[in-house]
């Protein structure tokens, strides 16, 4: 995983624990098997169900083989002749809203199904990562939603976490749909719900959330295979993602070769004379540490914010009986990647710091005196468990314990080093893992529109982001329909202030956002700079989140005279010893909050130096102190990972952050 796990993994750690149980998946895992055929109609049609108003309504099912299969609803029927593998599909005439109504299935077969309780509506997919997972009982005004948690006309439906090798047509657990109350909304995702809990009473008619997200996951994972084979540059990971479904132990071994020559390419201590995973290497000159957790909290002050590659040793003595046989190593999680070696011997190489190391030591590396356990760690935290958990079980199964000193030394930063390739198959830092597992199986159910908070784990890439999300957009508008509506949530701030402008894979992430949306019909940008943290990387505010959203929807999907968005940039030229920056309000015009002045502008040159310029606003224009810059090429807003900006329109909404060239004269 790439950004969120090296930035602050305990945290996520915490999140992912307190959001939701969910079943872990072991390193060495096989491919899951695929559901049993479910009982006459598909998982997602229950009682309390919300289906899309206004388009005709595809339902689907197994029975027996060649059984004829008649729907009813509202007074629409149809019928469908089951496949020789039982499955079965049919398309009732459009509804309007309205509700509820019982929907009938008989198969001819003899198998009856009735369900109660079902609205017609609209139907609104919330996917993404951590930020969209977060649930609604550790947001801020928990205790006021509740209180609104009574609104019969909307409906939720939660997809468990589940990673999947294979394409599937059935969920990976149990997914029902739940009229909205206390207990339904505690656990579903806070964006999710107050989204729905804003939009539904402004547009009348009931509304159907289904939630479908994963902590800390990567926007690859999310997209079919089809589509990321259209795009070039996986080949090999999809050759061995498909080797992974029919031979794991192979799939591994193919995937440590490729972890190893990455670790040989970028890490020093990899190619160095002497690597350091020797058992010959010197490292008496290492400082020495007994880890209690990460290396956050080793109270070292290079390693407290240090991200890259970091290595560990430990030497261990076994007696002639001990040694020979087999054995297992547990590591425990790590942030964020590893790879590990015994006695000069690979043994094994993975990544996520949610994905415990389980490493099997062959026959023949253990041997008896001097025996050396050398880890390379590339992440920000490192050994997520204090080294008393960690462990070799030997052949006769007994428990060496790996507690005590260890000698640590740092070889290269991320900066150096770039990002480590992802298992291809390995929960959310997979490929298509999650689209095949949570996806997919939402079948042919149609939907209004669609919510994406994404991008935290890839903000370390933005330049592939810009070829991801319009593949993703693309992907999912051919299972969903192709003028299907995109809301996405722009990255809020985090991380630290700074005093001069400086590079920031952050702001680069928003500007990919920002221009996906404005290259993208019926796409839409929900802008939440103001509305992050410093230190958290999981702010609380989610409900003016989910109003920001509420009001894009009223504006671009449903049409309502409401002010959907904050300022945006037109045009910005040179004017003299001035740079004019022209935007589009949506509502009443541009308002500095705070201050007689906006905050925040940037002009840069072509050698990239940049620097923060005095501003005024004048109506629908910002007017930037050019006279220190004359060489200025590019102005910037909102250009940093936390920045402070203060540009509103006067009904409240942030201007969006961005990056601009600067022509010559007025457009």
């Known amino acids: 995983m790439s950004g969120i796990a090296r930035l602050a993994p305990p945290l996520l750690l915490l999140f992912a624990a307190a959001a939701r149980a969910h079943s872990s998946t072991a390193t060495r895992a096989t491919p899951p098997t695929a559901a049993g055929p479910g009982a006459l109609l598909y998982t997602t049609f229950q009682d309390h169900a919300v289906l899309q108003r206004g388009v005709p309504i595809p339902v689907w099912g197994r029975t027996a083989p060649g059984a004829l299969v008649t729907v009813r609803l509202a007074g629409e029927q149809a019928s469908a002749q089951a496949g020789s593998d039982g499955r079965w599909m049919t398309r009732l005439g459009a509804l309007p809203a309205g509700g509820p109504y019982s929907l009938s299935v008989a198969s001819s077969a003899g198998v009856r199904r009735r369900i109660t309780d079902v609205m017609m509506g609209d139907v609104y997919l919330c996917s993404g990562q951590s930020n969209m997972e977060y649930p609604t009982r550790i947001a801020s005004g928990y205790d006021s939603a509740l209180y609104s948690a009574h609104n019969r006309l909307i409906r939720l439906f939660h997809v468990q976490r589940f990673r999947s090798a294979v394409p599937r047509n059935t969920f990976g657990a149990g997914a029902r749909w739940r009229v909205v109350s206390p207990q339904s909304v505690r656990e579903f995702s806070a964006v999710c719900y107050l989204f729905g809990r804003d939009l539904q009473p402004a547009v009348g008619v009931p509304i159907g959330l289904i939630e479908s997200a994963w902590g800390g996951s990567l926007i690859q994972a999310w997209i079919g295979p089809r589509q990321i084979r259209r795009l070039g540059g996986f080949g090999r990971y999809l050759h061995l993602l498909s080797l992974y479904r029919s031979s794991p132990r192979a799939a591994w071994r193919g995937w440590d070769r490729i972890a190893a020559h990455w670790w040989r390419r970028h890490d020093p201590a990899s190619s160095a004379r002497i690597p350091w995973y020797s058992p010959s290497y010197d490292d008496a000159s290492w400082a020495t540490v007994v880890p209690i957790g990460t290396w956050r909290v080793w109270n070292v002050p290079q390693l407290q914010t240090f991200n890259g590659l970091v290595w560990l040793r430990k030497t261990f003595t076994l007696g002639a009986g001990e040694a020979g046989g087999k054995a297992v190593l547990s590591l425990g999680a790590i942030d964020q990647s590893d790879i590990t070696w015994v006695d000069g011997v690979q043994v094994g190489a993975s990544e996520g710091y949610d994905v415990p190391r389980l490493y099997d030591i062959p026959a023949g590396v253990l041997h008896a005196g001097r025996n050396v356990l050398a880890i390379g760690i590339f992440g920000g935290a490192g050994l997520l468990s204090p080294a008393s958990q960690l462990t070799l079980r030997l052949a006769d199964g007994r428990l060496v314990r790996l507690a005590g000193r260890w000698r640590y030394r740092t070889s290269a930063p991320m900066s150096r080093t770039g990002q480590i390739p992802h298992v291809p198959w390995l929960n959310q830092f997979g490929l298509t ?117 509420a009001l894009l929807a009223r504006r671009m999907i449903y049409h309502q005279a409401v002010v959907g968005s904050g300022p945006t940039p037109l045009a910005a030229w040179r004017s003299g010893a001035k740079v004019k920056v022209r935007f589009k309000t949506h509502g009443g015009g541009l308002e500095s909050e705070e201050s007689n002045r906006p905050i925040g502008f940037q002009l840069c040159d072509r050698a990239a130096h940049c620097a923060f310029i005095d501003a005024r606003q004048r109506g629908h224009e910002v007017y930037l102190d050019a006279s220190a810059m004359p060489a200025a090429t590019l102005v910037r807003y909102c250009w940093d990972d936390s920045p402070i900006c203060n540009l509103y329109d006067r009904e409240g909404l942030p201007a969006v952050p961005f990056e601009l060239p600067i022509r010559g004269a007025a457009p």
Request: without cysteine; positive net charge.
């Open 433 to 549: 893992d999650l689209h095949d597992g949570m996806i997919r199986p939402l079948g042919a159910t149609r939907v209004r529109g669609i919510i994406w908070y994404q991008g935290e784990s890839d903000a370390d890439q933005p330049r592939a982001y810009a070829r991801l999300l319009p593949a993703l957009i693309r992907d999912w508008r051919r299972q969903f329909g192709a003028d299907t509506p995109f809301l996405i949530v722009q990255l809020p701030g985090f991380m630290a202030y700074h005093r001069k402008p400086r590079p920031s894979d952050w702001a680069r992430l928003r500007e990919v956002q920002r221009r996906v949306v404005a290259d993208t019909p019926r796409a839409g940008l929900a802008v939440t700079i103001d509305i992050g943290s410093r230190r958290i990387i999981h702010p609380a505010d989610k409900a003016d989140v989910g109003l920001r959203l």
